[in-house]
């Protein structure tokens, strides 16, 4: 081989060696990561939840599960705002709104919460209506036109009645 196209491929691969690293790290300031761990409200960790993150401007949907220690990690994520859901059964699912700003990335610290039962019940009392119509409407009706003569001339005698038994405590 000549001398100086050894001398040459030294120069590539001397650059090629320079700038390789410079590339890949160039690359991954572009993205981060989102990692978190699943928990229910005692603290224990919810392992095999379903953990979604999407972005419906750019399209990303990726979809992974939390391991045995209720851990989970998309990796690779570009910076951008997403929301985060997590489903898991017998619990209430949750989305958050997350926002990766850095390759560094994000951390989360999900708490579900035990979903609560949807039982309606209905009750039906037959005679309350009757008691509640004869024992506080009709009194009620009564009284006021008892009174109604005192009310149209400005004299009101319940307020006779609380002036008259708070002055015979004293």
Known sequence: MMPYLRGLYRRILLTLALLLPVTAFAQSGNAGAVRGTVSDPSGAVIPGATVHL???????????????????????VPLNPYQIKIMANGFAPITQNVEIRSSIGVSLKLVLRIAGSSDTVTVEAAGFSKFIQENIVRPNVRWKRRFAPFRASGIYPCKMLRITACSNLG
């Open 54 to 76: 999407s972005n419906t401007v750019s399209g990303l949907d990726r979809t992974t599960t939390s391991d045995p220690s209720g851990q989970f990690e998309f990796t690779n």
